[in-house]
């Protein structure tokens, strides 16, 4: 039996009725003759047991195409709005379809209900999107520019659970994305069939059901908080993907005008960077480390361990200062946040980073190069070829496999960060150099899913890592904030337990965070700030930024200075450039 074709209901034949105008006037029945007549059938005979089972199948199919069509259309695309309320609306959409397919004949109301069924499961599928994406970056699917994302997240299930896994992942998300337009559509014929055969009764009950949004549309009703009872979720959804697509496509032209302003772009070697002569500088990019991770009371032990290290530090004759500056991504893509922070344009989606690595943009590493210090790449979490150094302005780059890590892998992380900050310290700052170092470390330990965190290790134990197989942190993927706490605390440790064993009067470290971690962590709408720390010995470093009023120490209090991300490079090379009058800080 089709979805598409409900069986009879009982009592009604199953040959086709023949209506009084059918009946030909010309043959007349004798009257003299006598009339046949059939014996009736016996209601509760053997052969009347599969007609009923079909008609109860009939109506139980009729009532899922009415539930997953309902579904659809009252799904929200939030995460955190997925209560059993939200689902309890009245959707205007359902109610102006039927009222469109009760209007139209036999078969352009199937065609119609065909293809209204397909864009409804369209329109599920991003919905669906939509809830992945704030679950994990804190915001809606871009119909545009995400599918480039698909490779990475495939990899990042395949570093987490394995090829094979990820695989089946991948072959069942399909499945489920390609079956949803087919039985949406399937569901929407049949129903349109249910709505022509009692036309009467549904073109009541539908002009009773608008009255009925009317008044509760009038009223603003809601169930769940936010979500109103008189629905146009999936109208609103399609108008918003619409503006976001259309901004889209019209963004490349506003972007080239972005980036050929750069007022650094032809400044001499010799008028960069004036500030920080003789300076070794670490731009440190802490994973995930958002401003919920000194915020929220329930990472409290986050915020004593800056608070602690704050004291650590200025007993070794350490400052710092911190602020916030606002990431141009939530959750992930922690690309886009380096890429903003070093090219000093908002670069908060694929399409712009594409188009920004195409061109000659002055990045911070670029400046560095060109004021004679040599510029140095380490990001253990890549594992091939990367071409984006050359653009970022690196002399030497340090992906994964170059480090030389021996030890365990921690979920995503293929080593600790005291690996790598140990091993480039040992290549580039402890070799014989003649000239100062600007580095990038993209640490990763704090990377989601946080299920397996390393413990802070004597740096003369470290050698080529095995020492690591001990003191493993173990959390539960279902206790990710637990996860989460461990893998920052370990970070900001260990960058703390660095300063105090190697840091130098030359050493200036910047430590930042890349995004916020997932909403799993943060709970819904998190701030998109994160925190960022200057830590010297030399006083005429912090001269030089007294005017950026960030606050003393490691803490970024609420009320802490915070600027766009795409702003700290104007800013850094203004603070340390020849036209600041303040005292210079002087190196080796």
């Known amino acids: 039996m089709s979805i598409s074709d409900p069986a009879p209901t009982p009592g009604t034949d199953q040959a086709r009725t023949i209506e009084p105008a059918e009946r030909s006037d010309h043959t007349p029945a004798a009257p003299n003759e006598p009339q046949a007549t059939a014996d009736p059938e016996p209601v509760d005979g053997p052969a009347a047991a599969p007609s009923r089972r079909r008609a109860v199948l009939a109506r139980v199919v009729t009532v899922l195409a009415a539930a997953l069509v309902l579904a659809t259309l009252t799904l929200p695309n939030r ?57 994990s970056l804190g915001r809606p699917f871009d119909l545009v520019l995400d599918w480039s994302l698909l490779g990475p997240a495939f990899a990042f299930v395949a570093e987490s659970i394995g090829r094979p896994g990820a695989i089946a992942i991948a072959a069942g998300v399909g499945l489920l994305l390609l079956g949803i337009p087919v039985l949406t559509a399937l569901s929407t014929v049949r129903l349109s069939g249910v709505l022509a055969r009692n036309r009467t009764g549904t073109t009541r009950a539908v002009a009773s059901l608008v009255v009925v949004w009317v008044v509760l549309a009038a009223f603003g009703a809601r169930i769940v908080p936010g979500v109103y009872v008189a629905d146009t979720n999936a109208t609103t959804l399609v108008q918003d993907h619409a503006v976001e697509v259309h901004a889209r496509l019209h963004d490349r032209r506003a972007f080239t005008n972005e980036i050929n302003v750069d007022p650094f772009r032809d400044v001499p070697g010799d008028q960069l960077l004036t500030g920080l002569r003789g300076k070794d500088v670490l731009l440190t990019f802490v994973e995930s480390y958002g401003r919920d991770a000194v915020a929220d009371p329930e990472f409290a032990s986050i915020q004593r361990v800056l608070d602690e290290g704050a004291e650590r530090l200025s007993a070794a004759g350490f400052t710092s200062r911190s602020g916030f500056l606002t990431s141009p991504t939530i959750g992930g893509a922690s690309w886009l946040a380096h890429a903003t922070l070093l090219s000093g344009l908002w670069i908060d989606n694929n399409q712009r980073h594409r188009n920004l690595l195409a061109t000659d943009r002055f990045t911070l590493g670029d400046a560095f190069q060109r004021a004679q210090w040599r510029t140095v790449g380490v990001m253990p979490a890549v594992n091939q070829a990367w071409p984006e150094g050359a653009f970022y302005g690196y002399e030497q780059f340090y992906g994964g496999p170059d480090l030389g890590y021996q030890g365990p892998r921690f979920a995503f992380a293929p080593m600790p960060d005291q690996f790598a900050i140990h091993t480039f310290h040992q290549r580039e700052l402890a070799a014989p150099r003649d000239r100062p170092v600007m580095a990038e470390l993209a640490l990763v330990s704090s990377h989601s899913p946080w299920t397996k965190v390393p413990s802070v290790v004597d740096w003369d134990d470290i050698d080529d890592g095995e020492v690591f197989q001990r003191g493993i942190i173990g959390t539960p993927a279902a206790q990710a904030r637990t996860g989460y706490r461990h893998s920052i605390n370990y970070t900001l440790r260990t960058l703390i337990s660095y300063l105090e064993r190697y840091g130098t009067d030359d050493t200036v470290m910047v430590i930042v965070g890349d995004h916020q971690p997932a909403p799993v962590v943060t709970g819904e709408n998190p701030s998109p700030d994160v925190p960022i720390h200057i830590v010297a010995k030399d006083p005429a470093v912090f001269a030089q930024i007294e005017d950026w009023n960030w606050q003393e120490g490691l803490t970024s209090g609420a009320d802490a200075p915070v600027w766009r991300m795409d702003t700290f490079r104007d800013r850094f090379l203004t603070a340390f450039g020849p036209g600041n009058s303040r005292a210079q800080a002087q190196g080796r």
């Open 79 to 135: 995460p955190w709005q997925l209560e059993p309320g939200t689902f309890l609306r009245l959707p205007l959409e359902a109610l102006l379809l039927a009222a469109l397919l009760l209007a139209l004949p036999g078969r352009p109301r199937r065609i119609v209900a065909a293809v209204s069924g397909v864009l409804l499961g369209l329109v599920a599928m991003v919905k669906v999107g939509d809830l992945g994406f704030y679950s």
